[in-house]
């Protein structure tokens, strides 16, 4: 065999292992949508999708990728209302035919994904229950995800957000996370100047360590006593509505 093929099939066993809706795909369900799926390369700062744009594939982050949801005001002012890893998917979550993407969707922590086009898996939708349950699934939880992150912003201390934000983005891309504090500040709907306080006082008690475009976990249990009660919460309706074996069919 090819060897450029052998590698491209090691990257698809890679994604199905390695992101955690497609970690629960029965082999019939695999078979449905691995023909036509491709493995790309996310770069930082890449649009996966932008808003009133049409989606055409559905895309499966794994490794260190993670995807961010950013609404865009008129006046230029954005904010992230969900972010996107290897436990989901980006596009196509909830589909009735054509419809334009609400919020730009932008790569934050850059990785691999698997691709699948839209007309592939709504026709897998029809077939598997397993994946048409699945999505329905998600759906819930990425609601959920959306309506913690209105609560959050609105009742909770910016260090609470931020070291809920940053506990995520562990999960996601690992220990060193490469973002500016800038970047950061746009996702949290803040001044640049407030998240650099933050950072300080993270980092003065030991939790972080920051240096130019990265910001490193160092103390873990320590940023979760940080952190509000969102994150908990959100991890647990995870397990509650898509757990290991992606909720019953």
């Known amino acids: ?47 996966v999708h932008a808003r009133g744009g049409d989606v055409d594939s559905t895309c499966f982050p794994f490794g260190t990728a993670m995807v961010s949801l950013v609404v865009e005001l008129p006046d230029g002012r954005s904010i992230e209302a969900a972010s996107i890893g290897h436990e989901g998917a980006v596009g196509g979550i909830v589909s009735c035919g054509r419809a334009p993407a609400f919020a730009r969707a932008q790569v934050l922590v850059g990785g691999p994904a698997l691709t699948v086009p839209m007309k592939v898996l709504e026709d897998a939708k029809l077939r598997s229950g397993h994946i048409r349950n699945l999505f329905c699934r998600f759906s819930d939880y990425l609601l959920s995800t959306v309506m913690q992150s209105a609560a959050c912003n609105a009742f909770h201390p910016i260090e609470q957000r931020a070291a809920r934000w940053l506990l995520t983005a562990q999960d996601r891309a690992g220990d060193s996370i490469e973002l500016t504090q800038e970047a950061l500040s746009g996702l949290l709907g803040v001044q640049r100047t407030t998240v650099n306080a933050v950072a300080r006082t993270l980092q003065d008690e030991g939790l972080i360590a920051t240096r130019r475009g990265t910001i490193h976990v160092t103390d873990r249990a320590g940023l979760k006593r940080r952190a509000c009660e969102c994150y908990e919460a959100i991890e647990g309706h995870f397990a509650d509505v898509i757990g290991p074996g992606g909720g019953s069919c």
């Open 1 to 47: 065999m090819n060897q450029a093929i052998t590698d491209e099939l090691d990257r698809i066993d890679e994604a199905f292992a390695g992101n955690r809706l497609l970690s629960t795909f029965p082999a019939e369900a695999r078979a449905l949508i691995e023909p036509s799926a491709r493995i790309v390369q996310l770069d930082t700062g890449d649009v």
